[in-house]
Nanobody, 114 residues
Framework: QVQLVESGGGLVQAGGSLRLSCTAS????????MGWFRQAPGKEREVVAAISRSGGSTTYADSVKGRFTISRDNAKNTVYLRMNSLRPEDTAVYYCNIWGTSNWGQGTPVTVSS
């Protein structure tokens, strides 16, 4: 099974920025559509963004459009999530995912203080 390892989370003030990374093991990363999800305390896990295998197509949840950018570097087996203009409601554990599978990373926590 492909291993996914997220990093880059932390504590940031409202209005600040973070960049999350998710690196996959193996040699088939470029064949996967990838997604970022998040789960806030007491809430369901929700999709944040997704990116096609080539990176040419992206989609975002309405709540993050214009503030977050998903990208990928297939040579590095890595998908990124750049998060700008962070809000307290963005506080959650962020997970990357091979789209349509139950293959998840361990998550990286993001806390946005007001």
């Amino acid at each position: 099974q492909v291993q996914l390892v997220e990093s880059g989370g932390g504590l940031v003030q409202a209005g600040g920025s973070l960049r999350l990374s998710c690196t996959a093991s193996g040699r088939t990363f470029s064949t996967y559509t990838m997604g970022w999800f998040r789960q806030a305390p007491g809430k369901e896990r929700e999709v944040v963004a997704a990116i096609s295998r080539s990176g040419g197509s992206t989609t975002y949840a309405d709540s993050v459009k214009g503030r977050f950018t998903i990208s990928r570097d297939n040579a590095k087996n890595t998908v990124y999530l750049r998060m700008n203009s962070l809000r307290p409601e963005d506080t959650a554990v962020y997970y990357c995912n091979i789209w349509g599978t139950s293959n998840w990373g361990q998550g990286t926590p993001v806390t946005v203080s007001s």
